[in-house]
Protein backbone atom coordinates (compact mmCIF):
# COMPACT_ATOMS: atom_id res chain seq x y z
CA UNK A 1 0.00 0.00 0.00
CA UNK A 2 1.23 3.30 -1.07
CA UNK A 3 1.55 6.41 1.44
CA UNK A 4 1.34 8.88 -1.26
CA UNK A 5 -2.06 10.58 0.53
CA UNK A 6 0.32 10.95 3.60
CA UNK A 7 2.79 12.95 1.75
CA UNK A 8 2.14 15.99 -0.30
CA UNK A 9 4.07 15.75 -3.53
CA UNK A 10 6.62 19.25 -3.75
CA UNK A 11 4.93 22.46 -5.15
CA UNK A 12 6.46 23.27 -8.85
CA UNK A 13 8.92 26.32 -8.26
CA UNK A 14 7.26 29.50 -8.99
CA UNK A 15 7.93 30.56 -13.08
CA UNK A 16 9.84 34.45 -13.13
CA UNK A 17 6.38 35.32 -15.36
CA UNK A 18 4.05 33.80 -12.90
CA UNK A 19 5.84 36.11 -10.24
CA UNK A 20 5.53 38.96 -12.92
CA UNK A 21 1.98 38.80 -13.11
CA UNK A 22 1.54 39.05 -9.63
CA UNK A 23 3.90 41.93 -8.95
CA UNK A 24 2.13 43.79 -11.69
CA UNK A 25 -1.21 42.60 -10.81
CA UNK A 26 -0.27 43.99 -6.99
CA UNK A 27 1.16 47.48 -8.07
CA UNK A 28 -1.88 48.11 -10.62
CA UNK A 29 -4.56 46.51 -7.82
CA UNK A 30 -2.88 49.32 -5.53
CA UNK A 31 -2.64 52.36 -8.02
CA UNK A 32 -6.14 51.63 -9.02
CA UNK A 33 -7.55 51.97 -4.53
CA UNK A 34 -5.35 55.62 -5.00
CA UNK A 35 -7.01 56.40 -7.72
CA UNK A 36 -10.54 55.45 -6.57
CA UNK A 37 -9.78 57.57 -3.54
CA UNK A 38 -8.30 60.40 -4.83
CA UNK A 39 -11.38 60.50 -7.04
CA UNK A 40 -13.24 60.74 -3.36
CA UNK A 41 -11.26 63.42 -2.08
CA UNK A 42 -11.54 65.58 -5.76
CA UNK A 43 -15.04 64.95 -5.61
CA UNK A 44 -15.71 66.24 -2.03
CA UNK A 45 -13.50 70.06 -2.61
CA UNK A 46 -14.46 70.45 -6.04
CA UNK A 47 -18.62 69.44 -4.32
CA UNK A 48 -17.71 71.62 -1.08
CA UNK A 49 -16.66 74.50 -3.32
CA UNK A 50 -19.72 74.57 -5.02
CA UNK A 51 -22.19 74.20 -1.84
CA UNK A 52 -20.22 76.72 -0.40
CA UNK A 53 -20.63 79.03 -3.35
CA UNK A 54 -24.16 78.35 -3.57
CA UNK A 55 -24.69 79.08 0.41
CA UNK A 56 -22.64 82.26 -0.08
CA UNK A 57 -25.03 83.58 -2.87
CA UNK A 58 -28.41 82.46 -1.48
CA UNK A 59 -27.32 84.17 1.70
CA UNK A 60 -26.37 87.14 -0.16
CA UNK A 61 -28.64 90.33 0.04
CA UNK A 62 -28.63 90.07 -4.19
CA UNK A 63 -26.88 92.56 -6.52
CA UNK A 64 -29.32 94.34 -8.75
CA UNK A 65 -27.20 93.83 -11.95
CA UNK A 66 -26.94 90.71 -11.32
CA UNK A 67 -30.33 88.33 -9.99
CA UNK A 68 -29.26 85.67 -7.61
CA UNK A 69 -31.55 83.35 -9.16
CA UNK A 70 -29.49 81.69 -12.56
CA UNK A 71 -26.32 82.00 -10.53
CA UNK A 72 -28.09 79.58 -7.85
CA UNK A 73 -29.25 77.62 -10.65
CA UNK A 74 -26.20 77.27 -12.67
CA UNK A 75 -24.25 76.08 -9.53
CA UNK A 76 -26.55 73.34 -8.42
CA UNK A 77 -26.86 72.18 -12.20
CA UNK A 78 -23.00 72.15 -11.95
CA UNK A 79 -23.22 70.14 -8.69
CA UNK A 80 -25.47 67.20 -10.43
CA UNK A 81 -23.32 67.37 -13.54
CA UNK A 82 -20.35 67.19 -11.59
CA UNK A 83 -21.97 64.24 -9.50
CA UNK A 84 -23.26 62.38 -12.56
CA UNK A 85 -19.58 62.61 -13.95
CA UNK A 86 -18.10 61.36 -10.76
CA UNK A 87 -20.60 58.79 -10.52
CA UNK A 88 -19.16 56.85 -13.96
CA UNK A 89 -15.82 57.67 -13.32
CA UNK A 90 -16.40 55.97 -10.04
CA UNK A 91 -17.74 53.00 -11.58
CA UNK A 92 -14.52 52.83 -14.29
CA UNK A 93 -12.04 53.18 -11.33
CA UNK A 94 -13.85 50.33 -9.08
CA UNK A 95 -14.35 47.95 -12.57
CA UNK A 96 -10.10 48.58 -12.55
CA UNK A 97 -9.95 47.63 -8.84
CA UNK A 98 -12.03 44.17 -8.95
CA UNK A 99 -10.27 42.91 -12.24
CA UNK A 100 -6.44 43.57 -10.63
CA UNK A 101 -7.90 41.85 -7.34
CA UNK A 102 -8.89 38.96 -9.42
CA UNK A 103 -5.70 39.47 -11.09
CA UNK A 104 -3.85 39.05 -7.93
CA UNK A 105 -6.18 36.46 -6.40
CA UNK A 106 -5.29 33.94 -9.40
CA UNK A 107 -1.68 34.88 -9.39
CA UNK A 108 -1.77 33.85 -5.37
CA UNK A 109 -3.53 31.15 -6.13
CA UNK A 110 -1.07 29.69 -9.04
CA UNK A 111 1.83 30.66 -6.24
CA UNK A 112 0.65 29.11 -3.82
CA UNK A 113 0.38 31.57 -0.88
CA UNK A 114 -1.73 32.51 1.87
CA UNK A 115 0.11 35.80 2.83
CA UNK A 116 -0.01 38.01 -0.08
CA UNK A 117 -1.71 41.57 -0.19
CA UNK A 118 -4.54 39.85 -1.89
CA UNK A 119 -5.41 37.23 1.04
CA UNK A 120 -4.35 39.86 3.51
CA UNK A 121 -7.03 41.91 2.08
CA UNK A 122 -9.95 39.12 1.90
CA UNK A 123 -9.07 38.56 5.63
CA UNK A 124 -9.60 41.89 6.53
CA UNK A 125 -12.80 42.42 4.67
CA UNK A 126 -13.81 39.01 6.10
CA UNK A 127 -13.48 40.70 9.63
CA UNK A 128 -14.58 44.42 8.66
CA UNK A 129 -18.20 45.67 8.16
CA UNK A 130 -20.15 44.47 4.72
CA UNK A 131 -19.82 48.11 3.84
CA UNK A 132 -16.67 48.67 1.60
CA UNK A 133 -15.87 51.33 -0.71
CA UNK A 134 -17.82 49.97 -3.58
CA UNK A 135 -21.20 50.59 -1.51
CA UNK A 136 -20.29 53.58 0.19
CA UNK A 137 -19.35 55.64 -3.19
CA UNK A 138 -22.33 55.20 -4.71
CA UNK A 139 -24.62 56.11 -1.35
CA UNK A 140 -22.47 59.62 -1.22
CA UNK A 141 -23.82 59.76 -4.99
CA UNK A 142 -27.11 59.54 -3.96
CA UNK A 143 -26.54 61.71 -0.91
CA UNK A 144 -24.78 64.18 -2.92
CA UNK A 145 -27.12 63.86 -6.21
CA UNK A 146 -30.53 64.69 -3.71
CA UNK A 147 -28.81 67.12 -2.21
CA UNK A 148 -28.24 69.32 -5.96
CA UNK A 149 -31.52 68.36 -6.50
CA UNK A 150 -32.79 70.09 -3.24
CA UNK A 151 -30.70 72.95 -4.01
CA UNK A 152 -32.13 73.45 -7.52
CA UNK A 153 -35.65 73.14 -6.36
CA UNK A 154 -35.01 76.05 -3.88
CA UNK A 155 -32.81 77.82 -6.98
CA UNK A 156 -35.81 77.63 -9.05
CA UNK A 157 -38.26 78.71 -6.46
CA UNK A 158 -36.02 81.67 -5.20
Known sequence: MSDIGEHQLPSPKPTPAQIAVYQVAASHWAHAEQVRWMLVYNYSMASTVL????????????????????????????????TILWLILQVRANGFVHAYKVAGEQAETALQTEHGPFAAAQRHRERASPLGTRYIAPAAIGIFALVYAVLLCISINV
Open 51 to 82: LLSWAAVFASSGNPSLPRKPVLVVLAVAGICL
